[in-house]
């Protein structure tokens, strides 16, 4: 009961960048590794029928006045991205293909996307400006914009999605430690306590 | 910056029962009252356009797990009722009757409900079954049955449940300090600190 933690995530999710900024902190505490799974919320709210939380009357405006709180309370930068939220297929297509040449390489675009998007307020949902991101991570231009057309590329992500779907994955950050799941940035401080003591 | 903190839920929502058992002690260590106010969510779910969480794919099993593993942590003795969710507007009802009588008895009949609901097993959503809990508290059966066919009591649950959502609640429990506003019971430590700091 030692293996990675795995920390799935819409790059469109602030609570998720939130996350992002203290999961493998949290998890090498307990000598653990973190696995990394972007995913598509919107593919995941068609299963479970919700939406995203700005589309709801009153829960849309609570969580802009959250999030900017939470920011605060937890010294995290945040900006909250003008047209939010968007479309981050790209970004999530990109990360599979630079995760499966190199797993670190992958974590540091996903950072950087995170960072680009709520913190800087960079466009991170068209091809171009997602692989962008890529070539600051040192990889092709050209090579990018072809695996985002790529089949298998594409076929990739779907698979992530569907299995952290078939997990039981149906929000933004949603953590899975030994098979016990966790979902919100609210629950991190039971993913440490659960990996301190091994359950309650 | 000093009046009672806002307290609303549903006596059918198990996190609002979590939050009753603690928000008094958080609010009297900072010296404040706290004014309880049950809410119907079925009302603000027609105003939001969401439902029970129970009734969403995944999130449903997830919420299950999430509240026996939470009672566990924070040693709150917790039961899932059977057939939950239940219809809580009689209980709702009985609590403003009484409420508008003595507080003090109100939110001990609160106490009872949340108790009987989630600890016990009891029926709560009856006429007869939120009746019985009135008449533990000491109230007349008969006076009981009558106020619950009182349009004047079936008014001011309505006047609660329509300012409530005219400030903003969506959820149970919600809670308001000073007019900043905490959605779940994952947001207590920030009610706590909010009430120590005076806001951040």
Same mark, same amino acid.
């Given at each position: 009961?030692?293996g990675?933690?795995d920390?799935?995530?819409d790059?469109?999710?602030?609570?998720?960048?939130f =996350?992002?900024?203290?999961?493998?902190?949290? =998890?090498?505490?307990?000598? @653990?590794?973190?696995?990394?799974?972007p995913?598509? /919320?919107? =593919?995941?709210?068609?299963?479970?029928?919700?939406a995203?939380?700005v589309?709801?009357p /009153?829960?849309?405006?609570?969580? @802009?006045?959250? /999030?900017?709180? %939470?920011a605060?309370l937890?010294?995290?930068?945040?900006?909250?991205?003008?047209?939010?939220?968007?479309?981050?297929?790209?970004?999530? @297509?990109l990360?599979?293909?630079?995760?499966?040449?190199?797993?670190?390489?992958? +974590?540091?675009?996903?950072?950087a996307?995170?960072a680009?998007?709520?913190?800087?307020?960079?466009?991170?949902?068209s =091809?171009?400006?997602?692989t962008?991101? %890529?070539?600051e991570?040192?990889?092709d231009r050209?090579?990018?914009?072809?695996?985002?057309?790529?089949?298998?590329? +594409?076929?990739?992500? @779907?698979g992530?999605?569907?299995a952290?779907i078939?997990?039981?994955?149906?929000g933004?950050?949603?953590v899975?430690?030994?098979?016990e799941?966790?979902w919100g940035?609210?629950r /991190?401080?039971?993913?440490?306590a659960?990996?301190?003591?091994?359950?309650?």
């Amino acid at each position: 009961m030692s293996g990675p933690v795995d920390f799935y995530f819409d790059f469109s999710s602030p609570y998720g960048y939130f =996350a992002s900024t203290t999961i493998d902190r949290i =998890a090498a505490e307990s000598g @653990r590794d973190v696995v990394w799974h972007p995913i598509l /919320l919107g =593919a995941v709210f068609k299963i479970v029928g919700t939406a995203p939380l700005v589309d709801y009357p /009153l829960k849309g405006n609570y969580m @802009r006045r959250d /999030l900017v709180r %939470a920011a605060r309370l937890w010294k995290i930068t945040f900006k909250e991205p003008p047209g939010f939220p968007h479309n981050t297929i790209a970004a999530a @297509r990109l990360y599979y293909w630079i995760h499966d040449e190199d797993t670190n390489k992958a +974590k540091a675009f996903a950072r950087a996307v995170y960072a680009g998007f709520f913190e800087q307020g960079r466009d991170v949902s068209s =091809a171009e400006a997602a692989t962008a991101f %890529a070539v600051e991570q040192g990889f092709d231009r050209g090579a990018a914009i072809a695996a985002l057309a790529n089949q298998a590329v +594409k076929d990739r992500l @779907r698979g992530e999605v569907d299995a952290a779907i078939a997990r039981g994955v149906f929000g933004s950050p949603f953590v899975i430690v030994d098979g016990e799941p966790f979902w919100g940035s609210d629950r /991190l401080d039971q993913v440490k306590a659960w990996l301190e003591t091994g359950g309650w």
